[in-house]
Nanobody, 114 residues
Framework: VQLQASGGGLVQAGGSLRLSCAAS????????MRWYRQAPGKEREWVAA???????DYADPVKGRFNISRDRAKKTVYLQMNSLEPRDTAVYFC?????????WGQGTQVTVSS
């Protein structure tokens, strides 16, 4: 199974983007679905998580602006990003953690201009 991330691009500050992460096949034993990001010269950081009970959790810098969700039928997890800021510029990665191991998407670039 592979994860294909898409939806990144160049947007002005205050704008919105929706990232998608589509699985090429069925994934069983899913525990947590997450989005991470990595800015130039910085370590990868966790951004958002969709927990097994259906609740969401967010890193402080994105709380109130980002929303993680999934579409089971489409085998896709989304990251809706609103009120984007230049500090959100990074490569965004999706991750699906299962009882059998984890899967990573290839990353999609998000650039926010001021």
């Amino acid at each position: 199974v592979q994860l294909q991330a898409s939806g990144g691009g160049l947007v002005q500050a205050g704008g919105s983007l929706r990232l998608s992460c589509a699985a090429s096949g069925s994934i069983i034993g899913i525990k947590v679905m997450r989005w991470y990001r990595q800015a130039p010269g910085k370590e990868r950081e966790w951004v958002a998580a969709l927990l097994p009970n259906g609740s969401n959790d967010y890193a402080d810098p994105v709380k109130g602006r980002f929303n993680i969700s999934r579409d089971r039928a489409k085998k896709t997890v989304y990251l809706q990003m609103n009120s984007l800021e230049p500090r959100d510029t990074a490569v965004y990665f999706c991750n699906i953690d299962t009882v059998y191991g984890g899967y990573w998407g290839q990353g999609t670039q998000v650039t926010v201009s001021s």
